[in-house]
């Protein structure tokens, strides 16, 4: 493909760099970005959640008296409206239920680098009991912004990450990134407002903290993110799973891993894609072949000119295991940066 596509990333909100303030103004993450931190120990998982106040303000009024300042009395009679909005838009599942959260306190407190103050919930959530597999889905704001996202920094078993969710995706914790394998993105584990990078650094530009992966899963019929920062999809009837992604390069990659998400390799494999535009019906889809690349670690194809993600290759691959050409259908909105082949 002509030029190199452009790095799209999970949520408009976030960029692939430190997302600084313009000078004098208010930082645009911040408005259509919770912020969300969660620390899971059981019995109780227990959090804290950041909302802009103007964006508070303007979803369930809490000022009174137009000084545009938060009393204890006012955040007082907010506290109702405010929790039933976030329970019905932040969902926090185990078990196969959906646990509310709490509320223990609050607070109308500055946020690091945002210009507005934030209301700040703290809460917990009861119940938790050891080695449960959680299910969290966000949807606050997106009943304001389409771009919404919430970014959470989550604590469990010991181990930080960060991950960031649009109303259309979720995080499962079975499915999280495994340490090993590449990582596509990096995030500030003290939850910096708008802080994502797209490799590794020792610390964070903005604050000095940690720096820890991003992980998560996209919506059901979209994959899970693979080791290598794609969506995973199952090779049905196979005990296989393949992971489709965009690189920067202007190719499509498709890799094959296990139940235990290690990687195989694909020598002998063959098959072809039909790619274009997410929403272009399949007969303006252009027919590539896909061909093993020469370590044998991934099947190839270069992206025809001119498509842009989102992306959808239907691809239909034989893996050469007697069980004929099965077919498997990728949605990739995002450009992963891969090592050059060798």
Known sequence: MQGVIDRIVLTSALVAACVLPAEGGNNPVARVTAFVKLDVKPPAIKGSLW?????????????????????????????????AYVNRQFLVMWDGKIHPMVLEDLVYDKRRDAENPFVKLVFSIPGYAADKEIVIASML?????????????????????????????YFDSRLARPEKGAQARFACAENCLGVELKTRSEKCPRCGGPIVPVAGARVPGAGYYGIHGGSLMPFIPAPLKLEGLLTQTGELRVYATNDALEQLKVEGWSGTARIGAEQAPQNMMEQVELAASPDGSHLRAEIPKGVRPPVRAICTIDAKDGKGRRMVDFHLDEVIEVSPER
């Open 51 to 83: 909302l802009d106040r103007n964006t508070v303000e303007g979803r369930t009024p809490i000022d009174k008296n137009g000084d545009t300042d938060y009393t204890d009395g006012e955040l007082y009679l907010a506290r109702g409206p405010l929790m």
């Open 141 to 169: 704001l997106a009943d304001m912004w389409k771009s919404a996202s919430t970014m959470i920094s989550l604590t469990m078993q010991e181990r930080s990450q960060v991950f960031v969710l649009g109303s259309k995706d």
